[in-house]
């Protein structure tokens, strides 16, 4: 009898980066294509931790080959004294893996992270409202970068359901004291930014990524507000956002927005890092066509 | 008759368009049986472009100009949740 053929994922190895993490699961669902039998080994020996918004795109990768009808099996390599699994294991990664790991590991009472929450139509809100709590009680955000936060994160979530033609998202987050700064992955497996889009452009893939965040550049289902809100949030924020979508990664700072290629996502993902102390104006994105509105409508406000 | 539409018990962040599209067809519903209407935005925090525009800005065109500044007020609303529905509106 033939020996199940193994892929085995090294985290040290691909946790670098945003690239190399998407080149992995590309590389995995590549593979898998091809050997739908094969047996997965994800090695979490010699690292100690992961960034969540790393975790949540390897989950993504394999949760898009069960949606394929290719069941990932296997097991997981790691030190029983590595703190890794046991923080995976708090933020759920395991457990939407269907892998079960021996012991307990109990969630921390002040915890600074909210857990990888699948999140549809229904939960939406729920899930919006416990990140939006965990981040309030656990750290000193500056309240006008909280209201941005809300309303950013708002959006982003609600611009899969409504523009990825999938029924749910993935979501998680993090809040780093040491860096007052906050860390977010909002994850799908739908129809990417270039698709959306161009129902109603002609728009290359990198005209789609580039011209997102453009203010009123929508695929006919929205405004084209949210990507725009947010990035300008980002550039007032001193913060980062990445979007990757399709073969292209479009980074938005303070300093630089430009686009790179990467390996294929199949649908999108939306990296935030909030800095919690650093002051912004949301004037600058909440007030299109204020000025002469206000005039017209101010009458109404008591 | 006066009603008011306290937007708290709905949420302290109002967020999504179906959320919006819900509501504004609550609002039609509660203006065919009163005179006019309180939306209430004490305790709430923000609001989103896609909520204002889904649910005021639509409501604002489907209604004739007149009925909807005469019957319409919002009250308690913050400086952010006041830029969000004027800008949508």
Same mark, same amino acid.
């Given at each position: 009898?033939?020996?199940?053929?193994?892929?085995?994922?090294?985290?040290?190895?691909?946790?670098?980066?945003?690239?190399?993490?998407?080149?992995?699961?590309?590389?995995?669902?590549?593979?898998?294509?091809?050997?739908?039998?094969?047996?997965?080994?994800?090695?979490?020996?010699?690292?100690?931790?992961?960034?969540?918004?790393? $975790?949540?795109?390897?989950?993504?990768?394999?949760?898009?080959?069960?949606?394929?009808?290719?069941?990932?099996?296997?097991?997981?390599?790691?030190?029983?004294?590595?703190?890794?699994?046991?923080?995976?294991?708090?933020?759920?990664?395991?457990?939407?893996?269907?892998?079960?790991?021996?012991?307990?590991?109990?969630?921390?009472?002040?915890?600074?992270?909210?857990?990888?929450?699948?999140?549809?139509?229904?939960?939406?809100?729920?899930?919006?409202? $416990?990140?939006?709590?965990?981040?309030?009680?656990?750290?000193?955000?500056?309240?006008? &970068?909280?209201?941005?936060?809300?309303?950013?994160?708002?959006?982003?979530?609600?611009?899969?359901?409504?523009?990825?033609?999938?029924?749910?998202?993935?979501?998680?987050?993090?809040?780093?004291?040491?860096?007052?700064?906050?860390?977010?992955?909002?994850?799908?497996?739908?129809?990417?930014?270039?698709?959306?889009?161009?129902?109603?452009?002609?728009?290359? /893939?990198?005209?789609?990524? /580039?011209?997102?965040?453009?203010?009123?550049?929508?695929?006919?289902?929205?405004?084209?507000?949210?990507?725009?809100?947010?990035?300008?949030?980002?550039?007032?924020?001193?913060?980062?956002?990445?979007?990757?979508?399709?073969?292209?990664?479009?980074?938005?700072?303070?300093?630089?927005?430009?686009?790179?290629? &990467?390996?294929?996502?199949?649908?999108?993902?939306?990296?935030?890092?909030?800095?919690?102390?650093?002051?912004?104006?949301?004037?600058?994105?909440?007030?299109?066509?204020?000025?002469?509105?206000?005039?017209?409508?101010?009458?109404?406000?008591? | 008759?006066?009603?008011?539409?306290?937007?708290?018990?709905?949420?302290?962040?109002?967020?999504?368009?179906?959320?919006?599209?819900?509501?504004?067809?609550?609002?039609?519903?509660?203006?065919?049986?009163?005179?006019?209407?309180?939306?209430?935005?004490?305790?709430?925090?923000?609001?989103?472009?896609?909520?204002?525009?889904?649910?005021?800005?639509?409501?604002?065109?489907?209604?004739?100009?007149?009925?909807?500044?005469?019957?319409?007020?919002?009250?308690?609303?913050?400086?952010?949740?006041?830029?969000?529905?004027?800008?949508?509106?």
């Amino acid at each position: 009898m033939d020996k199940p053929i193994t892929y085995i994922i090294d985290i040290k190895k691909i946790s670098n980066s945003h690239e190399t993490i998407i080149q992995s699961c590309y590389n995995l669902i590549g593979y898998y294509h091809k050997n739908p039998d094969a047996k997965i080994i994800i090695d979490f020996r010699n690292i100690d931790f992961m960034y969540p918004d790393y $975790s949540i795109l390897l989950l993504c990768a394999i949760k898009h080959l069960d949606k394929l009808g290719i069941k990932v099996s296997g097991r997981i390599r790691y030190n029983t004294k590595s703190s890794i699994v046991p923080y995976l294991a708090r933020i759920n990664f395991f457990k939407y893996l269907n892998i079960q790991i021996p012991g307990e590991f109990k969630r921390l009472e002040n915890n600074r992270f909210v857990e990888i929450q699948e999140y549809n139509e229904n939960n939406q809100i729920k899930v919006l409202k $416990s990140i939006l709590t965990v981040i309030k009680e656990n750290s000193l955000i500056n309240d006008n &970068v909280f209201a941005s936060l809300d309303y950013c994160l708002n959006e982003i979530l609600d611009n899969v359901l409504n523009h990825s033609e999938v029924k749910v998202g993935w979501v998680v987050a993090q809040y780093f004291e040491k860096m007052n700064a906050i860390r977010i992955m909002v994850a799908d497996n739908g129809i990417g930014i270039h698709k959306s889009l161009n129902k109603r452009h002609n728009f290359s /893939e990198i005209d789609s990524i /580039e011209n997102c965040i453009n203010s009123g550049v929508t695929n006919g289902l929205g405004q084209g507000h949210g990507l725009y809100a947010t990035s300008t949030f980002t550039k007032m924020n001193k913060g980062w956002l990445s979007l990757i979508s399709g073969n292209k990664k479009l980074d938005v700072s303070e300093k630089y927005t430009k686009t790179n290629t &990467v390996s294929f996502w199949q649908g999108t993902c939306v990296y935030l890092r909030v800095n919690t102390n650093v002051d912004v104006d949301y004037k600058k994105f909440t007030s299109n066509h204020f000025d002469y509105k206000e005039q017209l409508f101010e009458d109404m406000f008591k | 008759m006066t009603h008011t539409i306290k937007f708290r018990e709905i949420g302290s962040s109002l967020g999504t368009r179906n959320l919006g599209a819900k509501i504004r067809l609550s609002i039609l519903d509660k203006l065919e049986s009163n005179e006019r209407l309180l939306l209430d935005f004490d305790q709430v925090n923000v609001v989103t472009n896609s909520f204002a525009n889904e649910c005021f800005g639509k409501l604002r065109t489907s209604l004739p100009e007149n009925e909807f500044k005469s019957k319409i007020s919002f009250i308690n609303a913050n400086d952010f949740i006041q830029r969000v529905i004027i800008s949508a509106l």
